[in-house]
Each structure stands twice: as structure tokens, then as C-alpha cells.
């Protein structure tokens, strides 16, 4: 790529960037008018929406003890460690949930129905203690309103459906107390009628109806929102409203937190989690303690039966075979079978325990089983000696052994069972809740002015979208030379006057009071050229005036046609101010108004309309009345007249041939208004008879193409378009960027970059 691509490439896109900015310059209004409107919008949202607060507590979660001191392996036993992982999921369990939902009644749902869109934020404001007054909607809660609904139970039709209690009179009862009145409705049926402080069962068409409301502060009338939801679509909630985390790793410290709209119940809410979440710990660690005493309880009086079996056949044997003691030896051995079998019954309670936590596989089980094996074989050595010593002493040692045995169980029984009793009453749990349930003071939501920040920006990006939408849909001519790039001649270019630009906006106020086109004509009697001839718009004609004089040269007549491709680019404005401009310099000027649909010439002369250009062709008027004098010296106008049922064929007709070769002749220019080509045909019919032809675009709005299309409409009937006169120019950021000016209107300046 050569250095000079790369610089034009480069202005390119400077100029494209420029557009984008001039674009945002020129629809700056919609900009501001749409951030305004969204922050109007946002303020308004961050104003009227309910403020939600947040509750939260602080729990932690110790690591359990190695074992309870004074109970040795006992202790071991159920010591165990809990994860802040499995504690956050616990805290948020249907268990503990669901528990809380019971006991706060939260399926049971009461809200006073409030005045859309306002009436949250009027309550809010309202800080009085007894209901607030109102005139009007009496219907609506505007503030200090209650309802407490003790007890409801709805059949199942009704679960999930709104419900409407209207709160009534206050009546006092037999013993002088305060009673309001309500109704209990659905879908405008009245399903009970009762009274506060009362429970009320009522038969309705849904099923069996249960409610106590135990206060009601209202006016007369106002109506609340009542609704029992599903208790396990409650309970999802609540488990997806309450937020728990650890702080920091593995610190034990667990944050729980809620957000809600109503503080009070937030509080509540969360401090029954917390309470329920502790209680449930405490019982999660005396459950095992708990299931182990029931075990014990259970053995005892059986142990207790068997010791005294024992003992009665020791002294059944002794009396009968009057032996009273034992040897010394035989009082050794039996000393340590006593021993053994103690040891072999107490791996034999471990054992039931540890059969409810762990498998036979289990290392620690195993170990266990291996003791008692080995415990069995000393006790099966020693039985082999006993067999050696006289019967009697056999059987004396037998029975004592078998006392003696049953009573070390016995007492090993009850020692076990006030352990426990004392493990049982001193559970506290390895959980403590450190901070309470509070609610904080400031709300955490909306944040009022990160709503008002992102709604401006919202706003500003909606609004550049639409500048930028209207920049490409409204894309029309913005400088003459996007047509002298298409190779079309640019005659002159005419900015916009604004004292026409007010007779415009009158015109059109008068459109939309009226369609009728009286008043628009009644408004249109400016003729700038005479009334303000310094106008930049009359010296850019004074420009035109002077290259028409050189395209006129060659043109095989005197007269000239403006045209254009659309109604309302001016050209009833370029053609009058025109001829009074080409007046004014001497020449003797006529004007047609060739558009006899709806030309308006006439009312910026001043002149009557009557006896016009379709009054001579139809015969109904001669030259001489149609051709009226000005006030502008050296000008004559001719109105187009009563509008005709047939415009083209009456421009066909030879007398307005005719009267164009008697204008020629009559006059040094000839200027004739005619219609839009691509409204109707009748420019095209005129086109043939005059010698230069010239039509008029609007900056803005109108389109290069379309004015090339306008261009080959002529030339397809032959006709020849020397130039356009391009209209109605704006100082504008994207017109203006790179061509300054208006290039001061002449033709020749404006070719300069």
C-alpha cells in the first residue's frame, strides 16, 4: 500500500469518527431526553421500592473432645468431628427448617393489600399507631395497618390461592372485651364470617375451613391478602433465602444471614434457626449416650435375675453336701477365672457398642475380637486345671465362680449406667451461638445511587442507539458534494431561513388543527426576497440567479420548470423568492404555479386564486385575467386555479403549449412550479416544453439516490435536468465537520474543500 492510500485511508476514518460524533451532536436532545428519562425512571424505582434489610448471626462450631474426662473409654467412644461444610448444610435441612416453618406458622402468609406502585411508599412514611385515614379507595392499607392470623387450615383446593380478609366493625362481647368483625373471601365469595379471638370452623363448597385471627388493627373495610402456602414449597424458600458461610478457612465460625422486607420477621426467623440448630446439636450428642443407657437398662434385670440364681444354688450345694469353703489353692484359681470371665463380659458390652458403629472388618473391631479370643483360652486353661481337684471342690468352685461373675457384671452394669446418666446430663454440644440474630439498620437494598448511576448510563446507551438508529434511517443529503461525487451539477445551495422556518411551524400547526388546505395557505405570506432580502437564503438565490443566467445560454427557450422528488423541499419557496430575486435585478419575470393539485402560490403573493393556469385551459378564463400583477415591480403571477379532475390531461392540452410560447416571446424569464415527479407525471409533461430544468432537494431528507432516481424519471421522457438546487441546509456537527460553512451558497465556492 502506497503512503498516499495509507493517508486517505487515515482521513477516512478520522471523518468516519467525526460523523459519529457530529451524529451524537445533532440528536444530543434525544441523548439527554433518554438518560433523563431513565434516571427519572431509576430514581423513581430506588424511591418507591420497598427497602430490604438483612439479618445475620454468628455460630461456632468446636471441634469435639477427645473423649469426657472421668470415663476413659466410654468417652472415646463418642467423641467424633463435624465439618463446617456438614454444619452449614444441617443449619439449612428440612430438620431444622422445616421446624422453624411449624413453629412461626410461615405457610400462613397476611400482607395489607396496598395502592399500586405508590401505596408501599406512602405506608412507609406513615409513622402513626392507629391505621392511617383515608377519603378515598378506602379499600387500600396506606399504613399502620395488623392482622394476626393465629391459626389456618385450608382444604387442599384452596392451598396457594389468594385469599381476601375484610376487616369489619369493633363490637364488644358478653364480657366487655373488644371483638372486630371480618370476612373471609375468595374470588368475591364470602367463605366466614367471624369475629377476632375466636376459632372458627366453617363448611364452605372447597372443604372444611379452620381460622383464628387473633388481632385486627384497620379501618372498617380495608383488605388484606391471606394465603397458606404449600409447607414444603415454604421450606424450599426459606432454604434458599438463608445464606450460611465460614469465615475464613476451616476457622469453625459459620455466618449465617436473611434478607427480607420486614425486619422484625427476619429476626425472627433467623433466631429460631440459630435456637433450633443448637438445640438439635445438644440432642445429636446425647443421642448415642442415650441409645447405649436404654441398652443397659435393658440388661440389668436379667444380669440381676442370673446373680440370683447363682447364689442360690451356691448355698443349695453347700447344705446339702455341708461343705462351707474352699482351699486355698482352689480359692486362687478361682480368683483368676473370676478375672477373666469380668474381662471377657466387658469386651463383650464393647463389642454390642461398637457392633452400631463400625463392620466385622473394621480394624478396632477386629483388635476387639482377637482380645477375647485370647481371654477365652486362658479361661479354657484354667477350667482344664479345675477338672484335677476332688468333685466337691469342682463344684463348689463352679458355683461360687458363677456368683461371683454375675456380680462383678451386676456392678459393672450399674457403673456403666451412671456414667451415662452423667454423660447424658452434661451434654452441651459442640456448637455455641456467638452473636445473636440482629438486623441491620441500614437497608441493604435498593442501593439508591448504584441505581441511579446505572440507569443514567442505561439511559445515555439507549439514547446514542437512537441517535445513531435516526442518524442512518434520516441519512439524507448532508453536503452538495455527496451529489457532485454522483456526477450530479449542484446550482446552488440554499441554507435554511429562519423566519420561513417559523412560517413552516405555523403551517403545520395549522395542518394539525385543520386538514383542510386553507390553513395552510392563510399561514404561508412570507415572501422572503422582498421582506428580508439580506436573508443568507435570498443571497444564495442571488448566487443562483447568476448561474441560471449562464445555463439559460444554451437552452432553447427563456423558460425554466422547478421541480423535486417529494413533497415539502421547498420548492414553492425557491421558485417565488427566485423570481422576485431575478425581478429585482430588472428582468421582466413571469411565474406559473404548474401544480394544480395543490399549488399554493398564490397566498405568498397575496393574490386570488380564482381565474388561475386550469381555469385558461379549460377555457373558462382568457390570458390577459389569468396574469395577475405583484407588488414586486417587474413580476407577474399566475395562480393555477380551480383544482381540476384531470390535471395531466389539461397540462397535455395545446393550449398550454400555446401559452408557453406567448410567455417566451412575452417575457426574459419564465419560472414554472411544478409538482414532485414522483408523486405524479405532470412535471414530466411540462418538462417538454421548457428549455432548462432544475429540481429542488431537501438537506436531510432527502436521499442521493433519490434524487438520482427523480433524474432518470425525467430523462426517461426525455427530458434533461441541469442541476439541483439543494435546499433548506443546517448548520449541523455532522455536515459541518470538514466543510465549514455553507460555502457561501455559490456553486463555485461550494466545489472548494
Known sequence: MSQSNSSNTSANDEIDLGRLIGTLFDYKWWVIGCTFAAGAIGASYAILTNPTYQADALLQVEEKAKGIPGLGDLGEMFAQESSAVTEIEIIRSRMVVGTVVDQLRLDIQVQPKRFPIIGDWMARRYSGDEPKPANVFTSYAWGGEALEVSELRLPRALIGEGLTLVAGEATANSSGNSQTRFTLEFDGQVLVNGVTGETIEQTTPFGQITIRVAEIQARPGTEFSVQQQHRLRVINDLQQEVRVSERGRQSGIL????????????????????QEYLLQNIRRNAAEAEKSLEFLQEQLPEVRADLQIAEDK??????????????????GLL?????????????????????????????????????????????????????????TQQEVLR????VQVNQEIYVQLLNQVQELNIMRAGTVGNVRIIDDAMVRIEPIAPKKALILLLSLILGGMVGVGIAFVLGFVRRGI??????????????????LSEQQLKIEDKIKQAVRRSKNHANKQKFNTLLLARDNPEDNAIEALRSLRTSLHFAMMEAKNKIVMISGPSPEVGKTFVTSNLAVVLAQAGMKVLIIDADLRRGYLHTTFSLSNDNGLSD??????????????????NLAFMARGTVPPNPSELLMHKGFAELLEWANESYDIVLVDTPPILAVTDPAIVGRYTGTNLIVARFMKNQVKEV??????????GIEIKGVILNGIERTARSSYGYGSYGYYSYGYESVK
Open 708 to 717: 438520482e432516481y427523480t433524474i432518470e424519471r425525467f430523462e426517461k421522457a
Open 478 to 495: 448532508e453536503t452538495p458534494k455527496e451529489l457532485e461525487d454522483a456526477g450530479i451539477s449542484v446550482y446552488a445551495s440554499v441554507p
Open 399 to 402: 458355683l461360687t465362680r458363677d
Open 255 to 274: 455466618s449465617a444471614t436473611l434478607a427480607g422486607e420486614n425486619p422484625q420477621q427476619i429476626q425472627q426467623i433467623l433466631h429460631a434457626i440459630t
Open 616 to 633: 385558461l385551459l379549460a377555457g373558462r378564463t382568457d390570458r390577459n385575467t389569468a396574469v395577475q400583477k405583484t407588488d414586486v415591480e
Open 314 to 331: 451356691l448355698n443349695a450345694y453347700r447344705l446339702q453336701s455341708e461343705s462351707v469353703d474352699i482351699q486355698l489353692e482352689t480359692q
Open 335 to 391: 480368683q483368676q477365672i473370676v478375672e477373666l470371665e469380668k474381662q471377657i463380659n466387658e469386651l463383650a458390652f464393647r463389642e454390642a457398642e461398637l457392633s452400631r458403629l463400625y463392620t466385622r472388618n473394621h480394624p478396632t473391631y477386629k483388635a476387639l475380637i482377637e482380645q477375647q479370643d485370647k481371654l477365652r483360652a486362658d479361661r479354657d486353661q484354667l477350667r482344664s486345671q479345675i477338672q484335677n481337684l476332688p468333685e
